[in-house]
């Protein structure tokens, strides 16, 4: 089955374009089943084993995720990543397999993190000056990186993935490549440029064109989690919730901009999601606020 699982896997990353990183959870949902299938069948999983597994077996595989304290949104990933490996199968291999469709995923509630005040991301310029006194040209990259996530409400991904080519001539809006290769369109302002400008007029090295923007105290490219230690050193500096990450940068500038009066469609294309529903989690976000005012200060609210 290891063959067929790389087949597969070269399948999502060179025909359907998914990243490494999405191929690499499909891969680990995969195998997890397989190797519970071993388990519970006694033997090494075959693909006519792939196309007798019933309901039982899944939901038995299921519940053996639950004992193992896996959370509901692993757990329905993996189901996903389950049903996509047989389709695959019933289309490159002739193995058809219906019982996978009749099993239901976990319910997940749709969480999304809070939104840092704006005042504390003020404050983390002055933060990482101070972390970074000794390095200026980190505190002036750590801003831009901050800068730029919340001022064009990228992913960490997307942030890091930009070159010198991308930035070079200020253009009014970046080009951006998403999820699923997915590309998307954000504009740019000012402060972002200045910010920018700054960290690549001090940095020491990686200023060819093809170089990517964000550079390691090395030279090498920045990673994700390069940029989640920058966040977590200002969080502790400043004394902030836990909550407040790379990531909750990006919340910030959604409900920012949708307390400003952005409308979910256009929300969802500076956001670079796939479906509007997952935009429109905001929604509830900025009503809670609304219904916050409304909580202190209707004169009947304390009736």
């Known amino acids: ?97 219906d019982a996978i469709g009749l099993i239901s995923s976990p319910k997940v509630p749709r969480k999304l993190s809070k939104a840092i005040e704006v005042t504390d991301v003020e404050n983390m310029h002055d933060a990482i000056r101070n972390i970074d006194e000794r390095e200026p040209w980190i505190a002036a990259r750590d801003w831009a990186l901050v800068v730029l996530i919340f001022g064009c409400g990228l992913r960490i991904s997307e942030a890091l993935s930009l070159t010198n080519s991308d930035v070079r001539a200020h253009p009014d809006t970046l080009r951006i490549m998403g999820k699923g290769s997915k590309e998307r369109i954000v504009p740019v302002l000012p402060a972002v440029w200045d910010a920018i400008d700054k960290y690549t007029a001090v940095r020491p090295f990686g200023n060819s064109p093809d170089d990517p923007l964000f550079r390691s105290v090395r030279g090498l490219p920045m990673s994700a989690r390069m940029a989640e230690k920058v966040i977590e050193h200002v969080r ?68």
Request: with cysteine; net charge positive; proline share 2%.
């Open 1 to 97: 089955m290891n063959e067929i699982v790389a087949e597969f896997i070269e399948y999502l990353t060179n025909t359907k374009n998914y990243s490494s990183h999405t191929a690499t959870a499909y891969e680990t949902d995969i195998l997890d089943f397989i190797k519970f299938w071993d388990n519970y069948a006694g033997g090494t999983a075959t693909l006519a084993d792939m196309a007798r597994a019933d309901t039982l077996c899944f939901r038995a595989w299921l519940a053996d995720r639950a004992r193992r304290n896996l959370a509901h949104k692993s757990t329905a990933r993996a189901l996903s990543s389950l049903r996509g490996f047989y389709k695959f199968l019933a289309k490159h291999h002739g193995i058809k397999n």
């Open 236 to 303: 502790k500096y400043l004394q902030l919730p836990d909550y407040v990450t790379p990531h909750a940068l990006r919340h910030t500038f959604a409900t920012a901009l949708l307390a400003g009066g952005a409308d979910l469609r256009s929300l969802q294309e500076l956001l670079g999601h796939a479906s509007l529903s997952t935009t429109q989690l905001y929604t509830r976000v900025n009503m809670a606020e609304i219904t916050n005012i409304y909580n202190h200060a209707h004169p009947l609210a304390d009736k």
